[in-house]
């Protein structure tokens, strides 16, 4: 809301919109809130908080990948060891609660399924790929 002030000022009024980026707008926004949202509190239901907080903690390497990947940034070593040691970190953590508790049971694959799903979702609207 504080941004459609300057929007509209900036461009002199509203500014025209396409078909085709009204459309892919629309899908960024029900894909980045509304299913990101959805998938979220689903995959809380049935995962712990803790394991869901540690695939959140995901979300800087998976942007960084896409980015890489997807949007052709390049990759400095700078950001190339940010991303191994997030990964390693994140990997050590998620390892060492799977060998020292029981194993998990389906739900909780779905549930990190659907956190793992959300975050896709929501690195999408992050880098702004269509």
């Not at 300057?6 to 960024?28: I, M, N, T, W």
């Not at 689903?42 to 979300?59: C, D, H, M, Q, R």
């Not at 970190?89 to 049971?105: D, I």
Request: charged share 10%.
């Amino acid at each position: 809301m504080i941004l459609l002030p300057l929007l509209l000022r900036a461009e002199h009024g509203v500014p025209s919109l396409g078909k085709k980026d009204a459309c892919l707008l629309f899908l960024q926004a029900f894909a980045g809130n509304f299913l990101f949202s959805i998938l979220l509190l689903y995959g809380l239901k049935l995962t712990s908080a803790a394991e869901s907080g540690i695939i959140l903690g995901t979300v800087p390497v998976v942007i960084g990948l896409i980015s890489f990947l997807l949007l052709r940034e390049s990759l400095t070593w700078n950001k190339g060891i940010a991303l191994f040691i997030a990964t390693v970190g994140v990997g050590a953590v998620v390892l060492s609660n799977l060998l020292l508790k029981e194993p998990m049971v389906w739900s909780h694959w779905v549930g990190i399924g659907s956190v793992l799903l959300a975050i896709v979702l929501m690195t999408q609207k992050a880098s702004g790929s269509r």
